[in-house]
């Protein structure tokens, strides 16, 4: 491991890793069903504002839905609740213990993210997006949330890498290695961009110096600096 990289784990490990713990502890045992109400909405503001996913901004706001700054947010959390069964679907498969990468755990792991992905574009921002056309204004453009639904699932599962543009873009040469090449994901058009950061984040981990990190580690350094082993 490079001194760039170690320099970057350090102060993820000493600064961002107990925010993180904070998460994990609000996703984890009788708070991983979606089933209170209170703790879903704790678990979509926090997540949600914490990590900038900037999901509020992919949700459109008919006037009527109009109730102050948090408004988009509150829509996702009630969608959340009202959709617990089947996001709970989504989570079950996955392991709740954090690990290194393996095969196994990043192809559950594009079949949740493409789950959740689905179900947001199909239920709430297909919802949203017809209300906002029905009350005169102009339909706004598709919004992909795959940020969200990554970081979303990742505090519930610890193995499902988070998706952001920083580490995608950091993370692009590894695309020439040839672990990158070995591992297949099946993953639909709609995540498919996931799919493959999943691959580059699986190539970082064969690495010598980064085998043993974890997911959320792995993802700490590509998110600060680009990849360079």
Not at 15 to 40: F, I, K, M, Q
Not at 62 to 79: H, K, Q
Request: hydrophobic share 40%.
């Amino acid at each position: 491991m490079n001194e760039e990289a170690r320099t970057h784990l350090e102060r993820y490990r000493s600064e961002w890793s107990a925010v993180d713990d904070t998460l994990y502890a609000l996703c984890a045992g009788d708070n991983r069903p979606h089933t209170s109400r209170p703790v879903v909405f704790a678990k979509v503001i926090l997540i949600a504002r914490a990590y900038s996913t900037q999901i509020e901004r992919g949700i459109p706001l008919a006037p009527e839905d109009r109730m102050g700054s948090g408004s988009a947010i509150t829509l996702l959390a009630d969608w959340m609740c009202k959709s617990q069964q089947r996001v709970d679907a989504l989570i079950a498969p996955l392991p709740a213990a954090d690990a290194a990468p393996s095969a196994e755990n990043l192809q559950v792991s594009c079949s949740a993210v493409h789950g959740l992905v689905k179900l947001l574009v199909e239920g709430l921002l297909l919802e949203q997006r017809d209300k906002v056309e029905q009350s005169g204004r102009r339909r706004p453009r598709n919004y992909s949330p795959v940020s969200f639904a990554s970081k979303y699932l990742h505090f519930h599962a610890p193995c499902v890498p988070v998706y952001d543009s920083y580490a995608v873009n950091h993370a692009k040469d590894l695309r020439k290695r040839t672990e990158y090449a070995d591992l297949v994901l099946e993953c639909p058009t709609l995540t498919a961009d996931y799919a493959r950061y999943c691959r580059a984040l699986w190539a970082a981990s064969r690495t010598t110096g980064y085998e043993d990190l974890t997911v959320k580690e792995l993802d700490a350094i590509l998110l600060s600096t680009k990849w360079s082993s």
